[in-house]
Each structure stands twice: as structure tokens, then as C-alpha cells.
């Protein structure tokens, strides 16, 4: 192999070898729909929310937006489950003083409008520790 294409080649395994793993970022928009509520609910209310995920980052930045609901905001959250099942609460996303986030850390909801904050693994943590503890005072979980 001739000297110049021995030295591309080894400086390209080499820059090959030390790149860091490649990170992605991405933003996922969900709209938010009444009827996929567990169970279903038909109300006129809209809304969307939007989570900036970045490899990188220690967090997950989010946007929830909502209007026209009929009733009072108590709180807002996410839940793990099957399909079709409720599932447990996996973080706050807004809280208020009627329904207290556990960790302390989601932002207040509003009446409608948008509200924004982040999601941390400390955060989800803290909402599974409290959440199965509350559970199993309530004799609701087996260990």
C-alpha cells in the first residue's frame, strides 16, 4: 500500500476508534385527546404537550399546554402503563395546592395555558419511592 493511502488509513480508524458515541436529539409533540383517558372522557378541552429530549442532557425539557376544561386543574402527570391501563404515576408535570407533587420540584398548573419544566431521573424517582410507599400503606401492593 502506497504511503499516503497507509497514513488515511490509519488516521481514519483513528478518528473512527476515538469519536464519542453518537447522541440525538429530538422533540416529540403528542396531542392530548379526552377519549384516550383510562377510562374515557368526552370533553371539549384541547391540548398538547411537547418534550425536548436530548441524549446529552441530565433532563427532558417539556411544554404542556391545555384549555377548556370544564372542571378545576388538580394536577398533571404521566403514567406508565400497559395499553388501556392507567398504570402508576411516573412524574408531575404541574402540581397545585390540592394534589402536592411528592418531590416538591413540578411547576404550579394554571387554570389553561402552558406550563413548563423538566423531567429528571431524581424527580421519577422520588414519585416511584412516595407512590409505592402510599400504595402500600393503602394495601393496594405486594412486595
Known amino acids: 500500500m502506497n504511503p499516503t493511502k497507509r497514513f ?3 488516521v ?3 478518528l473512527l476508534i476515538g ?3 453518537v447522541t440525538f436529539a429530538e422533540t416529540v409533540v403528542v396531542r392530548l385527546k379526552s377519549y384516550e383517558e383510562v377510562p374515557s372522557v368526552s370533553s371539549g378541552a384541547s391540548g398538547h404537550f411537547k418534550a425536548f429530549i436530548d441524549d446529552k442532557a441530565p433532563a427532558i425539557a417539556y411544554e404542556l399546554f391545555y384549555e377548556g376544561l370544564e372542571g378545576d386543574v388538580r394536577q398533571s402527570h404521566i403514567h406508565v ?6 398504570g402508576g404515576i411516573s412524574v408531575f408535570l404541574c402540581q397545585t395546592a390540592t394534589n402536592a407533587d411528592p418531590t416538591g420540584l413540578a411547576p404550579t398548573c394554571p387554570q389553561s395555558g402552558t406550563v413548563s419544566g423538566t ?3 431524581f424527580a421519577t424517582a ?3 419511592i412516595t407512590d409505592d410507599a402510599a400504595a402500600l400503606r393503602a394495601g393496594r401492593c405486594e412486595q
Not at 81 to 86: F, H, I, L, P
Open 19 to 21: 469519536l464519542p458515541a
Open 81 to 86: 402503563g400497559q395499553t388501556g391501563a392507567t
Open 126 to 128: 422520588l414519585v416511584h
Open 119 to 121: 423531567i429528571s431521573r
Open 12 to 14: 481514519a480508524g483513528a
Open 8 to 10: 488515511a488509513a490509519v
